[in-house]
Structure formats: C-alpha cells, structure tokens
C-alpha cells in the first residue's frame, strides 16, 4: 500500500506559547525540530489581566502590521505595534497590549504557506482582482481578491484539490461577518466565526461546491461586494497532516471517537444544530497532556477551562469526547471540526508512529 503522508507537520503548523514584556520589539522564536516562518498567524492574549483582548489575525499578503479579528465584524486595522515582522524562526510583535502587553501569556497558532510570494489569479478567475500564495504540500492557501458583486463569481484558490474549507472576510468595510464554508455541512449552508450562530441556509457560496482551481460566489456585499477588498483562507486534507470532518456527540463522558489519522496537535469545533453554541480551540501547548481542558473561543475574548475534567482526549490516531457538554459533545447533536497533527499515525513508508 502507498502512503503519501505528511511526516513532520512542524513544518507547516505549529503552537508558540510567549510571555509579553510591553516592549517595542519581542522577537518569539519556533525553534524545535523545523523552524516556521509563518504565512497565517493567529495571536491570542490568554492571561486573565489582559485576556478580554481580540483573537487577532495576520497573514504574510496582506502584511504584517494589518490585522483581522475573528471575534467581531469590524474592518481590517492597519497598527505598526501589533505584528511587525514574520522572520525564518517565527514572528516579531510591538508593544500593542493585544499582543504584548507585559507579563501577559500569549498563544500563537502559525500556518505556513508560500513564505508570502503571491500568484495572481488563475484562468477559471472572474473576480476583477485576486492573488492566492498557495502551499500544496500542505493544502492551505492565502487568497485576496476585488468583488464583482456578481452571482457566480469564482476566485482561484490556487491549491490544485478541492478545499474542504473555505474562510473569508470582507476587509475595507465594517459590519461584515466572517463566512466559512465547510463541506461537511454542504455548498447551501455556512458558518460564521465571530457568532455563536447555528449553519445558516444561504446562498454565499452560490450553493455551489468548490473545485480544484476555484471557488464560487454569489454577490452579497459581506462576500463579494462590487470593489469591496476580501480575504479567504482555503484548506486541502491532506494525509497525516490535517483533517476536516464532523462528528455526533452522544453526551457521555466516555464520548465520540473521531478518526484523523494522526494525533491532534489543535482542534477547533463548532456545534452546528443550535445557536448559542461557542466555538472552541484546543491545542497541545496550553494543555500538554493527552486529556486537553483549556480553550479559547473564536467568537469571544476569554480563555477558559473544562475545571481539570478536560473536553477531549488527544490520542494517537484522533480524538475522543469527553463530558457532556453542549458545546462540543451532546447527546444526537452535529458538529463540525477543523483538526492539524503533531504526529502521523502512519508514516510515508506505511510505518506505524508514535505520538510523541
């Protein structure tokens, strides 16, 4: 049997934990066994002093000191303090107390794509204005594009496989929610990440699912607004690195079993059937421990914790439930998650691996 799995996933994800010190250049290195120079990064303040801060976003296109919040509608920002530079080993930030403020602990996720060389367009591209820096090995790419406000829209992703996840935010406007499209709930339906809302019925992906070189749009303003600025975050599964799926609670401490083929390095769920259901991320740096029980909320500002009790178990070939929880285990409710490895289960030779 072929295996074309990914066996090192620090390559192209990994967690930073960091204290800030309130200065105007704090240097927060990977090192590790593969240094990242991050194309994604996902900032968030998790100390109780300073916790009520954004989940604040940057990416290597758009530019280090511009930044998006996944817990509120608002415009992108443009601050020279918040991140100032994406190095070979990690990141650079200011001393803005969203990101630095002194003696505050920090979490940052990083993705890595195309170290920030962009291609523009593609031939299946009918937006007026799109790049996309695509990583295929690892299935992500970085996208912008000018909305045309037309129905049928399609932008170039750039990945050469049909993305199981399509993130998007209009930027130059306020008032506009992030939309996800997962394909798990299907091309009529989506998710917005700054609310707590269940899958909304709608038409934002044209009810129309995503292929090898693009995605499609219909022509709301919150995603393809005629001259409105968007960025989209697209993701392939790939093999032993991530995985995109869905999974139903039963409501038991001895909860659902969720096969990813690798152990889990970060989790992210949304229940999909009920409003007012948060989301939340896990990862293996804040909980280091197989039984994970801190999390961070997209759509809010605090970290909080399952009170030692743990909401999921990270094993070596998934994850498992734990607790009844409405949020991320109740009993015949759906969800949705997004899951990236620390390790593989089974490595490029067919290999059985370890978790740690």
């Known amino acids: 049997m072929a295996y074309t799995t990914i066996d090192d996933p620090s390559v192209y994800f990994q967690t930073a934990l960091y204290t800030g010190d309130g200065a105007s250049s704090n240097a927060i290195t990977n090192g590790g066994n593969s240094d990242l120079q991050p194309d994604w990064l996902w900032i968030k303040n998790r100390s109780s002093s300073g916790g009520t801060g954004p989940n604040i976003i940057f990416d290597s296109t758009r530019g280090p000191t511009k930044d998006l919040h996944t817990n509120n509608n608002e415009a992108e920002h443009t601050n020279s303090n918040t991140c100032k530079s994406f190095n070979t080993d990690g990141f650079t930030v200011g001393d803005s107390g969203a990101v630095n403020n002194n003696t505050d602990n920090f979490v940052a996720w990083q993705w890595k794509a195309n170290g920030g060389t962009t291609t523009s367009g593609g031939g299946n591209d009918s937006?007026?204005?799109?790049?996309?820096?695509?990583?295929?090995?690892?299935?992500?790419?970085?996208?912008?594009?000018?909305?045309?406000g037309t129905a049928g829209a399609t932008v170039a992703h750039g990945?050469?496989?049909v993305p199981q996840i399509v993130l998007l935010k209009r930027r130059d406007a306020s008032g506009h929610t992030w939309q996800m499209y997962h394909h798990s709930l299907g091309n009529t339906h989506y998710l917005?990440?700054?609310?707590?809302?269940?899958?909304?019925?709608?038409?934002?992906?044209?009810?129309?699912?995503?292929?090898?070189?693009?995605?499609?749009?219909?022509?709301?303003?919150?995603?393809?607004?005629?001259?409105?600025?968007?960025?989209?975050?697209?993701?392939?599964?790939?093999?032993?690195?991530?995985?995109?799926?869905?999974?139903?609670?039963?409501?038991?401490?001895?909860?659902?079993?969720?096969?990813?083929?690798?152990?889990?390095?970060?989790?992210?769920?949304?229940?999909?059937?009920?409003?007012?259901e948060a989301w939340n991320i896990q990862d293996n740096k804040r909980s280091p421990?197989?039984?994970?029980?801190?999390?961070?909320?997209?759509?809010?500002?605090?970290?909080?914790?399952?009170?030692?009790?743990?909401?999921?178990?990270?094993?070596?070939?998934?994850?498992?439930?734990?607790?009844?929880?409405?949020?991320?285990?109740?009993?015949?409710?759906?969800?949705i998650y997004m899951a990236f490895a620390e390790s593989p289960f089974v490595s490029s030779k067919g290999v059985p691996t370890t978790a740690r």
């Open 192 to 276: 917005q990440l700054n609310n707590t809302d269940a899958a909304l019925d709608g038409e934002v992906f044209n009810d129309t699912t995503p292929s090898s070189s693009v995605f499609t749009l219909h022509d709301f303003s919150t995603s393809n607004g005629n001259n409105g600025t968007f960025v989209a975050y697209c993701f392939a599964e790939k093999q032993g690195y991530s995985k995109f799926g869905s999974y139903t609670g039963n409501g038991n401490a001895d909860g659902t079993f969720v096969y990813t083929g690798f152990k889990p390095a970060w989790i992210m769920t949304k229940r999909t059937d009920a409003n007012n």
């Open 289 to 335: 421990f197989n039984v994970q029980d801190n999390f961070i909320q997209t759509d809010s500002d605090a970290e909080g914790s399952a009170g030692g009790t743990g909401i999921w178990d990270a094993l070596s070939n998934g994850f498992k439930l734990r607790q009844n929880l409405s949020s991320t285990n109740n009993s015949g409710s759906n969800y």
């Open 159 to 161: 990945l050469g496989a």
């Open 127 to 148: 937006v007026s204005t799109s790049t996309h820096q695509a990583n295929t090995t690892s299935g992500f790419s970085v996208v912008t594009y000018t909305g045309n």
